[in-house]
């Protein structure tokens, strides 16, 4: 069964060509010296992305190979103006990043509802022998054509915006939490890799304030180099504005767990360390208050720790007071704003995702020949 959950597709965009400008000289009975009055060619339509808060997958998107946008109309006599070429608008879910897929590099991302950003520019119309006038030559026979369209096939990659990040090994009681705090319902039963696909759920708070958590799927040691679920949902955890590290309170050593997993992140962007964690000890109800804090004296001690038991409901209200201070803390903000540019990771290595994206079929993009341009007779066509 094909999930409902899609989070890249490869999609090749062209927008629209300019209209070429018309040649055309006016011959009329009561007007036999009429001159040149040919109109300029129409726009190409530009292709732009828009942020849309009601999708938040890119499933709409999956089967969308092609995405043209409209050709300008030419330039007609009477000075007749070309119809530009209807632009196109795709709709995106908030945190789409885009790269060329050829190169790599980025090339734009869309983070708030109704952003709208130019992804390929149409283009101009060429302008009429009536433009081209002069004392001089009062009949001008040549006319511009219109400048060529733009076309890139582009990798749009979904990156979850949340406030609060889980990251934990799988059964690490991470989306046992999500529905204990929040409505959201994920798959939960007693074996790894439950969470085949990331979700969200809304956790409330004090006087009807809330915030988003992300249950990302489990990560193990080597997900850094595409071990497990790999590379494809550790990108997710890039958005959120707090990382909660879940480590189970049965485990034969916590803290080393932990360092595993801010090492794996460590790995795949080094400024994932930046961001503001908790550390959250699960399936504390198997532990007693002496144990507890035995525990508490060999976890890290640069970041707050909160034992927690989500079946029981032990530590939760503690839980969710730790993560509103550190939503809400000034640092935490500071740091925000500091990393909203560089938390899109531009520079990094598409390689791998361009390989999964071949490995699943999505490589067998077909490239359309555009139509020569017809040839008008006795006319000259100049750069623009």
């Known amino acids: 069964m094909e999930s409902n959950f899609v989070d890249y597709v490869k999609i090749h965009c062209r927008s629209g060509k300019g209209g070429k400008g018309s040649v055309h000289l006016k011959h009329l009975k009561y007007n036999p010296n009429g001159g040149p009055d040919g109109g300029d060619g129409g726009r190409g339509g530009n292709i732009y992305l828009r942020g849309n808060h009601n999708y938040w997958t890119l499933l709409h998107l999956r089967y969308q190979r092609h995405i043209f946008a409209e050709h300008g109309g030419n330039g007609g006599k009477d000075k007749c103006h070309g119809t530009d070429g209807k632009d196109v608008y795709i709709d995106v879910p908030c945190g789409t990043v885009v ?28 302008l009429g022998n009536f433009q081209f006038r002069t004392a001089t030559n009062q009949a001008p026979r040549y006319a511009q054509p219109g400048e060529p369209m733009e076309e890139m096939t582009v990798i749009m990659e979904l990156k979850l915006l949340a406030d609060v990040g889980l990251v934990g090994f799988p059964n690490a009681g991470k989306s046992t939490l999500v529905s204990s705090l929040s409505n959201a319902r994920p798959k939960i039963a007693n074996y790894p890799f439950t969470t085949m696909e990331p979700s969200l759920g809304i956790v409330a708070y004090h006087d009807h304030q809330s915030f988003v958590m992300a249950d990302i799927p489990g990560i193990i040691e080597g997900a850094s180099e595409g071990k497990g679920l790999g590379l494809r949902f550790l990108r997710h955890i890039e958005r959120n504005s707090l990382l909660l590290f879940m480590v189970p309170g049965d485990t034969d050593n916590i803290k080393r767990e932990y360092e595993i997993l801010l090492n794996e992140l460590r790995k795949f962007n080094p400024e994932l360390t930046d961001k ?10 198997l532990l007693d208050n002496e144990l507890i804090e035995m525990l508490r004296e060999d976890l890290p001690t640069d970041l707050p720790v909160v034992f927690i038991s989500a079946v029981t409901g032990f530590g939760l209200q503690e839980l969710k007071d730790v993560l509103w201070r550190e939503l809400n803390s000034e640092s935490n903000k500071l740091q925000t704003i500091i990393s909203e540019d560089t938390l899109v990771h531009r520079d990094k290595d598409l390689s791998k995702f361009v390989k999964e994206i071949a490995d699943e079929g999505e490589d067998d993009i077909v490239y359309l020949e555009e139509d020569d341009m017809e040839d008008i007779d006795d006319v000259e066509y100049i750069d623009m």
């Open 99 to 126: 790269y060329n897929a050829e190169t790599g590099k980025f090339v734009c991302d869309v983070t708030y509802d109704g952003q709208v950003v130019m992804l390929l520019k149409g283009g101009r119309g060429g």
């Open 276 to 285: 503001h964690r908790v550390l959250a000890v699960t399936k504390s109800d």
